[in-house]
């Protein structure tokens, strides 16, 4: 009776320092959900966003479909959380240095120092029928989404291959004017250099659904044949992200 009372409360004790995630699910009001991310596809270009990693690193590709070059104008290009603007370019220069002592015998001459400087271009061009990438943002660097108002409490079996319980899932859902969670990608495009022809892409992206739930539901998965072990696996949403809890 005793070992049964003790395996009840190290089961409790086990459920409660199980280590929570937030998982955003993002939408946006210009593209729409395919299998490799949010994406926008018409005759000029393709332009897909994919946030599948921990806290939310955008990844933007950009593919041209014409038969002339695109350009992206970096310098009035932004990412904005809430009216606050992040731009894509800064007219500075990346220095990278590295440095030695040059010994001789016992003596030391004067360091030498040697590296590179670099500047990104402001401007983008993609040649006809090409792609760009890019990875310059994430949406939720510090800290959780805070979470309001009511959830659904959703139950999936256990990946756990010791349990054989339901997992609890807290899910939120959110219309695009209720949501904790809200940010901007703005573009600027145009099929010549000179951007006579410029256009512009802003979409607005929010998180339409959290769930919270063990992180091991998500980012841990059975293997093995008669030895069963858990191995990390990686996070596959393209349209959304996971954030971790702190510990309770």
Known sequence: MKSLS???????????????????????????????????????????????????????????????????DWKRSSFIIGQDKIDYWYDVAEVNLTGSLLRYNRYVSSPTLSGTITKTDPVAFIPPQTKLEKQQFVVVPAGTVHLSGQFKTEHEPAKSPYSKKMVDVNVYAYTPDQSPLTFRNFLTLSTDRDFKTEFFIDTKFWASTVKVLPRDHVLTTRAGGENIYTVEIPFKQPDGFYVPLPAQ
Do not use: W
């Open 6 to 72: 003790f395996l009840f409360v190290l089961c409790v004790l086990l459920t409660s320092c199980t280590p929570k995630i937030q998982v955003v699910t993002l939408r946006g009001s210009n593209v729409h959900p395919d299998k490799e991310g949010l994406s926008i596809d018409n005759d000029t270009l393709t332009l897909r966003y994919d946030f599948a990693s921990e806290r939310g690193l955008m990844h933007l590709t950009l593919i041209n479909k014409l038969n002339k070059p695109l350009y992206v």
